[in-house]
Each structure stands twice: as structure tokens, then as C-alpha cells.
């Protein structure tokens, strides 16, 4: 005795019609493309000002202004010592063709208390900066004048 035969198969064919996308499809689309291009434009900004930033804390104006916010025992006293800066600048520095103004306000953190460092200052032909107001403001109010005499 034979075994059974298998069952024929069956010759026709399927086809399965594309899909259109639904609308809700379409809205996640959409909305993932809205938030990709918020996102890199977030993104873009951040770096932006990190280079800006990093850019100006390497000015002799800015260096210059925090050393002698360091060495003035006056600071010391008030906002302890190491200093260091906050990273959030507000103001502005334009050099051209080696002549530059400045008019920067710098926020100072030490372990006793939180001040601010005001440069306001100019540039002539390359010369050093020569500053009009260059003053620590401590927590208590009190301005110290850092220029020197």
C-alpha cells in the first residue's frame, strides 16, 4: 500500500495590496521631523556660546580682571578663596583691527558667598586694556575698586 498523497497546492497566488500611510502616521512623522531639527538647533546654540565663551575667558581683559579679583584680600575675605567664575557672562567685547571696548559683568563663586566682577574698559592699537570701572561686588553690597592707583 501506497501512502496517501499530500494535498495538492493550490496554484494561485495572493497579492497583497501596498498599505497607504494612515494619518497618524504622517502626524508622527511630522512632529519626530519638528522636534529633530528643535533639537539640533538646540544643539547648535549650546555650541555656539560654549566657543564664545571660551573665546573671551582667554582675553587678556578677562584674565587680567580675575587675577586681580583673586589677589585683592578684600575679595578674599568675602567670598573665600579658591575663585572661581560662573559660566554664565553677561555684556559685551568688540576688538577690530586691534582696538576693542569692553563692558562685561562676570559672576564670582567662592566657598563663603557669590559676588560679581564688573570690567568696562578700552584698547588702543594693540596697547594693554586700560580700565575705566573694574570693581568686585561683594554679597554684602560693598564695591572694591581693582584698578590699580
Not at 566682577?117 to 580700565?131: E, F, R
Amino acid at each position: 500500500m501506497n501512502p496517501p498523497a499530500p494535498p495538492p497546492i493550490p496554484t494561485e497566488t495572493y497579492v497583497v495590496p501596498p498599505q497607504k500611510p494612515t494619518s497618524k502616521n504622517w502626524l508622527l512623522y511630522g512632529c519626530g521631523g519638528c522636534l529633530g531639527l528643535v533639537v539640533l538647533l538646540g544643539i547648535g546654540g549650546v555650541a555656539i556660546m560654549y566657543f564664545a565663551f571660551g573665546t573671551l575667558k582667554k582675553s587678556d581683559l578677562y584674565q587680567t580682571a580675575l587675577k586681580r579679583a583673586e589677589s585683592s584680600p578684600e575679595v578674599q575675605a568675602a567670598l573665600g578663596t579658591p575663585l572661581d567664575t560662573g559660566w554664565m557672562m553677561q555684556g559685551s567685547m568688540k576688538v577690530e583691527n586691534s582696538n576693542g571696548t569692553a563692558d562685561l559683568t562676570i559672576p564670582l563663586k567662592g566657598p563663603k558667598g557669590e559676588g560679581s566682577l564688573h570690567v568696562k574698559g578700552n584698547q588702543t592699537g594693540g596697547a594693554p586694556w586700560v580700565y575705566s570701572e573694574l570693581q568686585a561686588i561683594l554679597p554684602d553690597g560693598k564695591v572694591v575698586d581693582l584698578r590699580e592707583p
